[in-house]
């Protein structure tokens, strides 16, 4: 199989579609050690900013029965180490859990077949045999979550952002990742001060993340990266960035989607029931935008100043989305449960968090791009890239980057490609929350827009 073991030792000689496939190991439950390299077809590695673990499958082709001489059970282990040369600091070392046979098929000789081993990380298996129960009296979450990672999953390192403010509440018999995921939803960055409600759980090849959208936002840019055609004159990119080998948009600007999912508007009804006292909070997508602390990917935002008939924009429209929830922000208010005091447990910031990471999840996701590089076991999930794309609009001396859709990107998902005819690509899910240039205001209550559009 071309390109598994050690390459060059001349780093120069190295081209970009090389790897070095060190370690390919079936361990099974009695100790035993399997290497699969020489019946490797395919290895997919997966990273996803919205999955809690790594996972990823392999495909083999087997002529010598090891799937009967194993049989696997699903207490086995897969040991995988890969990266561009042998040695090289920067590669993908982790130890995992298979969990599934699939896609099990022979050739017409009956003397091969082929199958699928599918694996994830082993905390995934170990989350799904457990239950959390317990009280977050006056806790951080990202205490909570740290703890629950130690104490429940034997997690001994993980990256956990500082969230703001204190929290009591019971995770009612839960499993841990469940308990996470839940906690999550409730968790304010301390890096903003407790505006916004951006707070993600998910592991990448470094181990697992806590981490607020805002941060990864503000994180240094990973590489450049560009596409455009070959042999142009006058070109205008990095010399230093990494050739993009192909690309696709995933998701451009969507506005029924937008108005739907409340990412510029959306009004919020929270009744206290204790206290038997509503609250109206309205989220208007400028007002969270103009905030110093917080963080966008690139300087124009993402909203489209164009007004409807109305003579309002799509951030002035808060009935767009409408939510109703229960809240305990007024309980500390009413008079006779002051007269219990302890009675009142603190504020879970309904009014914050539910319009907030409404929006923000759905902004974070604006634009989405799918692109394919040569491998790189370097990239990793939660990192900035810059993305260059060559306008295709003519000019008369030059082409320069897509002054909408060029610039930095956040990198959520992440997907390592490893083939027996020697290839080996990444493919990213890259994301913005905004644009570069601002795009042009349409007024649909000007009655020359009206009688234009009626000619």
């Given amino acids: 199989m071309a390109n598994t073991d050690a ?3 001349n780093p120069g000689d190295v081209y970009t579609q090389d790897f070095s496939l060190n370690k390919l190991n079936i361990l099974t439950a009695a100790g035993q050690k399997f290497e699969m390299r020489k019946l490797l077809v395919e290895l997919s590695f997966y990273e996803d900013l919205y999955s809690f673990c790594l996972s990823g499958h392999i495909t083999l082709k087997d002529g010598q029965g090891f799937i009967e001489s194993l049989h696997l059970t699903g207490n086995e282990f897969i040991e995988i180490e890969f990266g561009k040369v042998k040695d090289a600091p920067n590669k993908i070392k982790k130890t995992f859990r298979l969990y599934k046979v699939g896609d099990r098929t022979s050739n017409p000789n009956l003397n091969m077949e082929y199958y699928t081993l599918y694996f994830c990380s082993e905390e995934l298996l170990l989350s799904e045999q457990r239950k959390v129960s317990k009280s977050t009296k006056g806790k951080e979450i990202s205490e ?3 703890d629950i990672l130690q104490t429940e999953l034997k997690v001994s390192t993980a990256k956990i952002e500082k969230t703001f403010g204190t929290y009591d509440l019971i995770i009612p018999n839960m499993k841990p990742f469940e308990a996470i995921s839940w906690l999550s939803t409730y968790a304010r960055p301390a890096v903003t001060g407790g505006i916004g409600a951006d ?9 697992y993340n806590f981490r607020s959208i805002q941060s990864m936002m503000k994180g240094s840019i990973y590489a450049n990266f560009k596409y455009q055609q070959t042999n142009l004159p006058n070109e205008n990119f990095n010399e ?11 998701k451009t600007y969507d506005q029924l989607d937008d108005i739907k999912s409340g990412t510029y508007s959306s009004r919020l009804l929270s009744l206290d029931l204790l206290a038997r006292k509503p609250v109206v909070t309205d989220y208007d997508y400028t007002k969270y935008k103009s905030n110093p602390t917080i963080q966008s990917l690139d300087t124009s935002g993402a ?12 951030n002035q429209e808060n009935n767009s989305m409408f939510k109703l929830a229960t809240s305990n922000a007024k309980q500390c208010t009413a008079a006779y449960v002051q007269q219990q005091p302890g009675s009142v447990a603190k504020s879970v910031a309904v009014e914050n968090y539910i319009p907030n990471r409404t929006a923000q999840l759905s902004l974070a996701n604006f634009i989405v791009v799918k ?8 990239i990793t999930v939660g990192r900035t890239i810059n993305f260059s794309l060559m306008t295709i609009k003519p000019t008369l001396n030059e082409r320069g980057p897509d002054k909408f859709y060029s610039g930095k990107y956040l990198v959520t998902a992440v997907r390592h490609i490893i083939q027996s005819e020697g290839v ?7 994301t913005k929350d905004s644009l570069v240039s601002k795009p042009n205001s349409v007024d649909g209550s000007n009655p020359d827009y ?6």
């Avoid at 230093?240 to 995933?250: C, G």
């Avoid at 692109?371 to 370097?378: A, R, V």
């Avoid at 080996?424 to 890259?430: A, G, M, P, R």
């Fill in 7 to 9: 390459l060059v030792e």
């Fill in 144 to 146: 909570v979550i740290k």
């Fill in 199 to 207: 707070m993600l759980f998910f592991e990448n090849k470094n181990g």
């Fill in 240 to 250: 230093n960035a990494i050739s993009v080998l192909n690309y696709e948009f995933v």
């Fill in 303 to 314: 909203l489209a100043p164009a007004k409807n008939r109305f003579g309002k924009t799509q």
């Fill in 371 to 378: 692109l394919t590089i040569p491998g790189d076991p370097g």
């Fill in 424 to 430: 080996y690509q990444t493919v990213l899910e890259i």
């Fill in 450 to 455: 009206k009688k234009a559009a009626a000619s």
